[in-house]
């Protein structure tokens, strides 16, 4: 295969996205969420890998934590990756790390990105399955199952893990 070639077949595969996000916890076992303001469903902190620019999913989660509460803290664990299917986009592969329990000097220097966010807040599990949608928060059930028990990440499909709907594509 000739340079010309090779550079034809990479720009014929199909896409796929990634995102990054990050659960961080209070001493008291809360979860810190975000509420953006281009859509009704409360996030995690994080977005978009970056990776025409070389960046990892890690680096991903690092960076928009910092860009978004202002936390310049590096990821604990990878604790799920879900494959996110969609018809008005292309498939998104989404990492969820464990950013650990944030104390109250940590908690009081959150500070917002202004341009894409409109408040955070700490909530229960019962609060967050209400603020977030239902793909986020399968997710972050299966992230905290697998903190809890100390496993490794949870691997997901639509938020559910693989052949959990009897093998058939969504």
């Keep these: 295969m000739t340079t010309m070639d090779y550079a034809a077949y990479i720009a014929s595969l199909p896409r796929v996205l990634a995102g990054a996000g990050t659960v961080f ?18 996030l995690l902190p994080g ?13 991903a989660a690092r960076r ?5 509460i202002g936390l310049n803290l590096a990821p604990g ?6 494959w996110v299917r969609s018809e008005q986009r292309p498939p998104l592969v989404s990492y969820l ?3 650990g329990v944030l104390d109250a000097a940590q908690l009081g220097a959150v500070r917002l990105q202004e341009e894409e966010l409109l408040s955070w807040r700490l909530v229960t ?7 977030v949608d239902r793909r986020l928060a399968l997710r972050l059930r299966a992230a905290l199952d697998a903190l809890a028990r100390g496993t490794g990440p949870a691997e997901l499909e639509d938020g559910l893990p693989p052949n959990s709907r009897g093998g058939t594509p969504a």
Excluded at 47 to 59: A, L, M, N
């Design 25 to 42: 916890r209070a001493t008291d076992g809360r979860i810190l969420l975000v509420e953006p303001n281009y859509r009704d469903t409360w």
């Design 47 to 59: 977005g978009t890998v970056e990776s025409d620019r070389g960046e990892s999913p890690r680096q």
């Design 64 to 68: 928009e934590t910092a860009e978004e």
């Design 77 to 82: 664990a990878l604790l799920a990756v879900d």
């Design 97 to 99: 790390f464990d950013g």
């Design 125 to 131: 599990w019962d609060e967050a399955e209400r603020l």
